[in-house]
Structures are given as structure tokens and as C-alpha cells.
């Protein structure tokens, strides 16, 4: 992300602040609020947390007019330009700076303890963009300068896929459908043309046994006999031998 120096935005605002001088520091362990004239604030007024790029500045402005009183350039917090007391939360040292050079530490008091939360806050939140967007930046630098991998086809380069467990259809494999125009089959142990297998496995044909003596019996007491093998030998025999009185078995004679 390009960084944008000419946009300053606002962190925090708050309408009272005190701001206090303070004693050189005695020892190497911080700054006490207790050594303070803390009934007897340097100055009141407001307070503002802008942003500029990556840099924090702390205003004191006047709650009337808004006029600058003081500002405190901040590159990095905690720092050492911003720094808490040992005995308080609601205190601070900050060093601000005339803008030719010259610096100066001030003591700096909230009166509700909630604002000091928001001083605080609003400075971690900043630095921890800058932070943020300083990781990004390298990130991005170290994958523009890796090579990167080509892994488009050459002209005339190919590949071969090879898939496992599949095997092949056989063209001849399929099953014939039944010709027959959709019969269904014989039941087992019957063939085609109605002869059934016996238990003992030799074929018996099945002949149907004509019952000529209903057809034959006019009333007449003359028992039917069993007719001959011919069938329609006696019709053709009754009407070319007309002199023959004989009536053959099984048949009525017309006169």
C-alpha cells in the first residue's frame, strides 16, 4: 500500500487535559506524579491524536480559539517520547518539540482515568498499523523478487495421464438378445417343440389321443372302434369304390 503523507487523520480528542512542569528525573527508575504540583497546573486546555503516514502527533490546543500550545511528535510508541509515571495511570512525560529543534518534557494529566484509557489506546492501535503495514511491505517485496514458476505448456510439449483400475470393455462381450420377437424362454428341463425331460433324462412325447366316438355316435348302439392310421383313407376309398358294400369299422353308412 503506497503511503499517503498528505492525509492526516484524527485518533482521539479530549476537552480537558492539564499540563504540568516537571522535575528533572532523580533516578534511572521513571518519573513519579506524587513530585508534582498537581494542584497547581502550567496550563489547560484540549488535546488532539493525529496521524500523518506513519507518524502519531500529540496537540495541546486552546479549548477556545484552537490555538497550538504544544506538539509531540511521535514515531513509536512506547518510546521515549511518550512515557508513563511509575505511581499513577492518569500521568505522563511527553517531549515536545518547537519545530527548530529545540525540545522540552512536560508532565501531562487526565482527570477522568477513561481518558488516559483512550490516550493510551489510540497511540498502541496506530503503531500497531504501522506495524501491520510495514510486514505487508516486506512480504510483497520478498515475492516480487523471488523468480516465479512457469508452469504454462511449451510449444509441442505433452503429457501422458495414466488411470489406474479401469479396465477395458470388450466389443464382443455383450450378451445376444433373444431372437423370437420378445417369447420368453422355455421353463427348465422343457426343449423347444413341447417334448419334456423326465426325472429319468429320456424324452417322451407328449401325442394327444383323439376321441373319435363322440364325433361318430348318431344314436346308433354300434360301439366306436379304434379308427386306422389313415384317417382320410375312407373318405377318398368311399367315394371312388361306390360298388363296394363292405362299410369299413367305425363308419355309418349313407344311403
Request: with cysteine.
Amino acid at each position: 500500500m503506497a503511503e499517503d503523507n498528505s492525509y492526516e487523520s484524527m485518533l482521539c480528542v479530549k476537552p480537558e487535559v492539564h499540563v504540568y512542569r516537571i522535575p528533572p528525573r532523580a533516578s534511572n527508575r521513571g518519573y513519579r506524579a506524587a513530585d508534582w504540583k498537581l494542584d497547581e497546573p502550567a496550563w489547560s486546555g484540549r488535546m488532539k491524536i493525529t496521524a500523518k503516514g506513519k507518524m502519531a502527533f500529540i496537540k495541546l490546543e486552546d479549548k477556545n480559539t484552537g490555538e497550538l500550545f504544544a506538539q509531540a511528535p511521535v514515531d513509536q510508541y512506547p518510546g521515549s517520547v511518550v512515557e508513563a509515571v511509575t505511581d499513577s495511570s492518569r500521568y505522563f512525560v511527553i517531549r515536545i518539540e518547537d519545530g527548530n529543534g529545540r525540545h522540552a518534557f512536560i508532565g501531562l494529566g487526565f482527570a477522568d482515568r477513561g481518558d488516559s484509557f483512550d490516550f493510551n489506546v489510540a497511540l498502541q492501535d496506530h503503531f500497531k498499523w504501522v506495524k501491520q503495514e510495514g510486514e505487508l511491505a516486506k512480504m510483497e517485496a520478498s515475492q516480487t523478487a523471488a523468480p516465479k514458476l512457469d508452469l504454462s505448456f511449451k510449444e509441442g510439449q505433452t503429457i501422458k495421464i495414466s488411470l489406474g483400475n479401469i479396465k477395458k470393455k470388450d466389443a464382443g462381450g455383450a450378451k445376444p438378445r433373444p431372437v423370437g420377437g420378445g417369447l420368453l424362454p422355455p421353463p427348465p428341463g422343457v426343449k423347444a417343440g413341447g417334448i419334456q425331460l423326465p426325472a429319468g433324462g429320456q424324452p417322451t412325447v407328449m401325442a394327444a389321443q383323439p376321441n373319435t366316438a363322440t364325433l361318430l355316435d348318431f344314436g346308433s348302439p354300434t360301439p366306436a372302434t379304434q379308427p386306422s392310421s389313415d384317417l382320410w383313407g375312407d373318405f377318398t376309398s368311399a367315394g371312388s369304390n361306390s360298388n363296394n358294400d363292405a362299410v369299413k369299422p367305425g363308419w355309418v353308412q349313407f344311403s
